[in-house]
């Protein structure tokens, strides 16, 4: 078990932070979201709440995944979403989600919490399903403000990374992403097999880039026309297949 108020473990402290403040930010902009952004972060809270409840104990699937299941279910949560906004309007949404975020900030705070957990999209980790959510919150803070707070932006980018990572083994494509995060990732051609220091093919994104792509929002060939990644390497090019990372909407 995991105690999130106590010692316990500080990757979960981290993520749960980075999530609640994000989510909060949301709820307590002087400016209304609009009904749509207000109906995913009802989803997502209320299925937080329900997921937080239901320990498994079969074997958790990995973060690279549970973020392909939860793009294979875009379409259902879109109606499950458009199903709770229903007629309401967004002064209405709002004033219902606020007390709904101090319940799983509550949740989240004081509670014993399973190590894993079966959500919506099957058995998971629950590190792996919040650090999920953090990426959920990202992505709708962008689609309203075009801005996210930098805890849950960092923790957002080295989960999607890690993503790469699980997906493209090896060490021939550094992918940065400063900031946040550096990785190396292999070739999806026959590679040079590198073990210390930087390898020779590099592709480094500007930070909004980066999320473009990883979320489906943006082309490769865009970025590259706009300056916003650049690349060396004869493998380089090939981390273009490797985007998106997971679709959200």
């Not at 997906?167 to 190396?184: F, K, L, M, S």
């Not at 929002?217 to 060396?232: D, K, N, P, V």
Request: aromatic content about 4%.
């Amino acid at each position: 078990m995991i105690d999130v108020a106590g010692r316990a473990n500080r990757s979960m402290v981290r993520i749960c932070s980075s999530m609640l403040s994000q989510l909060n930010a949301l709820v307590n902009s002087p400016v209304t979201l609009s009904r749509y952004g207000l109906g995913r972060l009802m989803y997502l809270v209320n299925e937080t709440l329900v997921t937080l409840d239901s320990q498994a104990r079969s074997t958790p699937m990995s973060l690279s995944d549970h973020l392909s299941e939860r793009s294979r279910a875009i379409d259902d949560i879109a109606e499950r979403v458009n199903a709770i906004m229903g007629d309401e309007p967004a002064v209405t949404l709002a004033r219902q989600l606020e007390p709904l975020v101090c319940e799983l900030a509550d949740a989240l705070g004081n509670h014993a919490l399973p190590d894993t957990v079966a959500s919506r999209f099957g058995t998971v980790r629950l590190t792996d399903y919040l650090r999920a959510n953090v990426i959920v919150v990202v992505d709708l803070s962008i689609d309203e403000f075009e801005i996210a707070e930098r805890p849950a932006m960092t923790e957002s980018v080295h989960a999607l990374t890690q993503v790469l990572t699980e997906r493209y083994p090896g060490h021939t494509i550094e992918v940065r992403i400063p900031p946040y995060a550096a990785v190396q990732v292999g070739a999806l051609t026959a590679g040079p097999s590198h073990t210390r220091g930087t390898p020779p093919n590099v592709v480094e994104f500007e930070p909004q880039a980066f999320w473009q792509l990883a979320t489906g929002r943006q082309s490769w060939s865009r970025a590259i026309e706009a300056g916003a990644l650049t690349s060396s390497g004869v493998h380089a090019a090939e981390t273009a297949r490797m985007f998106p990372i997971v679709k959200i909407r």
